[in-house]
């Protein structure tokens, strides 16, 4: 189904996190994450995002920042069924322009979506010699 009828709504109190559970856990990032998983990340999370379609949630991002110097952009995903439509774009837009985020400086992402998120004046990490991680396994929930 292709539509470019949506509407973009935050705050948590709007997500519907059964549909969100339902998404993320196709997702590459967090194949069968659970839905407690998701609530508490979502609650944890200083903005949420959603797009909306015939009432049914098609898209979902959410925002962990100190809301002064970072913010990084995470689980962006948009139902299969309504990618193409700009969707992505518009969760992403609404995120970076919120209110309660307009001070941040440093924004940061990981993804292999390079287009769509350069649309929204991203650029690759200048010095990514500089990054580093801790990556570990996600555990069995």
Not at 26 to 43: H, L, T
Not at 44 to 67: E, K, M, P
Not at 133 to 141: F, S, Y
């Amino acid at each position: 189904m292709k539509t470019r009828d949506f509407q973009i709504v935050d705050g948590l109190e709007k997500m519907d996190f059964r549909e969100v559970t339902r998404m993320l856990s196709n997702a590459r990032w967090s194949r069968g994450i659970g839905e407690d998983e998701v609530r508490k990340g979502a609650e944890n999370s200083v903005l949420t995002v959603g797009a909306f379609c015939g009432g049914r949630q098609v898209g979902y991002l959410r925002v962990i920042s100190d809301r002064v110097r970072f913010a990084y952009l995470s689980d962006v995903y948009v139902d299969e069924g309504f990618r193409g439509n700009g969707i992505a774009l518009a969760m992403v837009n609404r995120a970076l322009s919120h209110e309660s985020l307009k001070g941040v400086y440093q924004w940061l992402l990981r993804s292999s979506a390079d287009e769509l998120y350069r649309k929204a004046g991203f650029a690759p990490v200048s010095e990514p010699e500089r990054w580093m991680e801790i990556r570990k396994e996600r555990p069995g929930r």
